[in-house]
């Protein structure tokens, strides 16, 4: 078993962590025995497929906590956990925190980055102001891709060599009708999640849906759409984080809106600009909720 091959599983945990998801079912699902299917995903994905479940739930955990005023035993109910204690066990083995403390830590840590870049430091980007606005759903064919954040290259869509091309092939194989433009939707967290872990659906918006796969490493993604905070970023892709950052902080610091459990949106739209193939134009959404 492939990397490729238990990708959609992958897809599934990062998708529904709160679902059953025990070695007896994952296995009988992939038609392999308990011991053989286990054998099979820790060769392939470097941890056990009971510690990838629990370090997906946590880390979800971990970015709820951060972002939301939910209440513990919402969280941990929401990321698959059973009970406030179960999960603040398994929260605290592994990040040496309990929930609470990691939600006191991550709310003084965002007060002292404030802080510290009242005035923004030069780092030859350029960033927009904020805003904030509603997207609208649309469907969207998808690439899950695993891998370091950072190192997934740029689309050319005549396909071209690049790590866009097994989406590329799939429009053209199925004919699919397509726009031109660029979408990648984030679900980790590069300061936890190992860097070959790290999953991102590179994206395309389908003009029409009908032949496009449902299953598989690539297929038919539903974007629901909704409120989202935006910055718009002009410069190297090394450069990016600082806009997340600023994105992310600026929201907190409104005091109108806070953000909001759901993976970022970048969306390319300038690739090489002045003949720099690593300086771009993108837009960076993150999902927020106005504050009551």
Not at 53 to 74: F, Q
Not at 181 to 198: I, S
């Amino acid at each position: 078993m492939t990397m490729r091959e238990i990708t959609p599983l992958l897809i599934g945990v990062q998708s529904n962590p709160e679902r059953d998801v025990s070695l007896t079912r994952l296995a009988a699902e992939h038609g392999y025995s308990p011991s053989h299917f286990h054998r099979l995903f820790t060769e392939a994905v470097g941890e056990t497929p009971k510690d990838h479940v629990e370090r997906v739930r946590l880390e979800r955990g971990a970015y709820r906590l951060s972002v939301t005023t939910e209440s513990v035993l919402d969280i941990a109910l929401a990321v698959g956990f059973q009970n406030h204690e179960t999960f603040t066990r398994a929260f605290k083995r592994r990040f040496n925190y309990t929930p609470s403390a990691w939600r006191q830590l991550s709310v003084q840590r965002q007060r002292e980055w404030l802080k510290a870049n009242r005035v923004r430091k030069p780092d030859g980007s350029e960033l927009s102001d904020v805003s904030y606005l509603t997207l609208k759903p649309m469907a969207l064919l998808a690439m899950r891709r695993m891998g370091q954040y950072g190192t997934f290259g740029m689309p050319d869509w005549e396909g071209g060599p690049s790590d866009w091309l097994p989406l590329v092939d799939e429009l053209n194989k199925r004919k699919l009708p397509f726009r031109k433009l660029g979408m990648m939707f984030c679900y980790d967290n590069p300061g936890m999640t190992p860097p070959h872990l790290q999953a991102m659906d590179a994206c395309v918006p389908l003009l029409k849906t009908a032949g496009a796969p449902r299953k598989g490493n690539v297929r038919r993604l539903d974007f629901d759409g909704g409120l989202y905070g935006a910055i718009e970023h002009r410069g190297k892709v090394c450069t990016l984080e600082n806009a997340y950052r600023t994105l992310a902080f600026s929201i907190v610091k409104s005091g109108r809106f806070a953000l909001k459990p759901g993976p970022p949106l970048e969306i390319l739209r300038e690739i090489g600009i002045d003949g720099d193939p690593n300086r771009c134009l993108n837009e960076i959404y993150l999902p927020v909720e106005p504050v009551r």
